[in-house]
């Protein structure tokens, strides 16, 4: 085991001397309480090494021991359900308000085997030899790690063993034997492989109306949630934990103020998974590193968070990982590299910043495992640029990288419209892709209604700024229809409340029956205004508050409904057409 000794101090950056041989990024301990960290520049008979935890106290002369391994983290069936740190210490259970020094592993948890193999039969990396249990009964997979292969030697029988149990013995071809229990170190910085990068067209059913129908994501993509303070951030990366459909939760909470994660933490064990009726925590792994907790361990958590989503996903699971945010995970970047005594760019982050976000994102991918089993991670992160400048440097690399923009607006999130997000400067490169899905979910002709959806809102937003000026009234009748039918759309289906027990979440046929019905209330009020009736008229319309509450008042369990919304709005314009034809025909008779 390789040795060094401190000879320099800078907050979670020192200098070493060292006695022996180390690698880059190698996992080192350092100090009589072993403390986490990682060398990151090798520079003759010194090392410089990234520690993860407070070095306060920590001196010249402690000695640093090398592990001879990269910095891993243990990934097994014990994750699901649990609140870990950023280097998956456990957060819950403890004895005091803070984690003890020195790196630290949760407690073996038990389960119960039930083999899927047997003696002589062969495997190959990646591959489920198992099928593991816990107290909530929900099932994972025992897999075998990506370096290892062979023929099966020994197996245990079912039953209930402990984490570290040696389940089963796997011999190489080489005649080297491996011992494999129920999970097992990964590196946290190197993606794990699989077999095939597969191309997606189907979306990650967020549950959110403006998301899905306007701006939808792939399953197994990329997208970005960049807004200022106040905008519904944390908020929104809630409600698609809540109500996306992926099987699998990571949510990451990476430097954001204490009081929003430990909304989170108290919250989602309370939670009730809408898909199966138990927890929400059962297919969760909340990973906190919180503003006061070491920097660099924020460095840190982003790839830990991303580690523990494409093990899942190596299991055949889809997984969404919710970063919030990657803008503070970037300041962590530069403030080490500040103490690295690097040369600064842009906007004082380091020059490498570009390709850590970059390395992040292209994690992101829906793919056949090792194993064989078809899995995806779909990496969501929030952005907090300052002042809500888009163009500073986290944002405008984000966007190099990620397939949806999700632009949250300071205007809209004051006028109460949530979510904020802005329809004109967001955008989802992917859409196209996901007509054919639609239309197994009754979308019919989705695009064709998602763009006559934002070609309204974009004239909508010329029209306003021309009203600002001459004033509303002063509108061709037109042009005002096309602001009353704007506003339509943005009450009735951008608007939707995350803590509204029928509109928190929202399937594709309900979004599809919205935009139909709503389709056809513009259709009809085209009309109307073409035969003479004045859109003021159409706001004392009966039907008109029904459509403006139907995600309120219309469940996912009561489509039917919008058939009977849907007649009652036919009668009232039918109505309005014989009211508007009475007076053209008595003119028409006086002007005989």
Known sequence: MSRAVVRWISGPVLHARVEGTFALREAVRVGEFGLAGEVVRLDGEQIVVQVYEDTTGLRPGAVVQGEGLPMSIRLGPGLLGHIFDGLLRPLAGQSTHFIGAGLRRAEPGRFRFAPGVQPGDTLRPGQSFGELRGASGRAQAALVPPHAQGEVLQVEPAGEYGEDAVLLTLREPDGRCHALTM????????????????????????????????????????????????????????????????????????????????????????????????????????????????????????????????????????????????????????????????????????????????????????????????????????????????????????????????????????????????????????????????????????????????????????????????????????????????????????????????DHVCSPQRQAAMMRLLAKFFDQATAAVGAGTHPERLARLACLRPLQRMGEDIGDDALPRFAELEAAMDREFAALAAETAAPNEAQDATDR
């Not at 790839?303 to 969404?320: K, M, W």
């Not at 205007?411 to 109460?416: D, E, G, H, M, S």
């Not at 209604?449 to 509303?472: N, V």
Request: hydrophobic share 40%; with cysteine; glycine share 10%.
């Open 183 to 502: 999970g097992h170190d990964w590196p946290v910085r190197v993606p794990r492989p699989v077999r095939t990068r597969l191309t997606s067209t189907t979306p990650l059913v967020t549950g959110q109306r403006v998301l899905d129908s306007l701006f939808p994501v792939a399953l197994g993509g990329k997208a970005a949630i960049p807004g200022g303070f106040g905008t519904g951030k944390t908020v929104l990366l809630e409600a698609l934990a809540k109500g996306c459909n992926a099987d699998v939760i990571v949510y990451l909470g990476c430097g954001e103020r204490g009081n929003e994660l430990a909304g989170v933490l108290e919250e989602f064990p309370q939670l009730t998974d809408p898909r199966t009726g138990g927890p929400l925590m059962e297919r969760t792994v909340v990973i906190a590193n919180t503003s006061n907790m070491p920097v660099a361990a924020r460095e840190a958590s982003i790839y830990s968070a991303v580690t523990v989503a494409e093990y899942f996903r190596d299991q055949g699971l889809h997984v969404a990982l919710m970063a919030d945010s990657t803008s503070r995970w970037a300041e962590a970047l530069r403030e080490v590299s500040g103490r690295f005594g690097e040369l600064p760019g842009e906007g004082g982050y380091p020059a490498y910043l570009s390709s850590r976000i970059a390395e992040f994102y292209e994690r992101a991918a829906v793919v056949d495992t090792l194993g064989g089993a078809r899995g995806s991670v779909t990496l969501i992160g929030a952005i907090s640029p300052p002042s809500g400048d888009f163009s500073e440097p986290v944002t405008s690399h984000t966007k190099r990288y990620v397939r949806a923009f999700w632009a949250l607006d300071v205007k809209r999130a004051q006028a109460r419209v949530y979510p904020a997000v802005h329809p004109l400067q967001s955008y989802a490169e992917d859409a196209r892709s996901f007509a054919a899905w639609w239309t197994t979910q009754g979308g019919g002709d989705w695009l064709g209604l998602r763009k006559r959806f934002l070609t309204l809102l974009d004239e909508q937003a010329k029209l306003e700024r021309m009203a600002r000026i001459i004033g509303k009234d002063a509108l061709p009748v037109r042009q005002q229809l096309t602001l009353f039918c704007a506003d339509l759309v943005s009450d009735a289906f951008l608007r939707q409340s995350a803590f509204s027990p029928v």
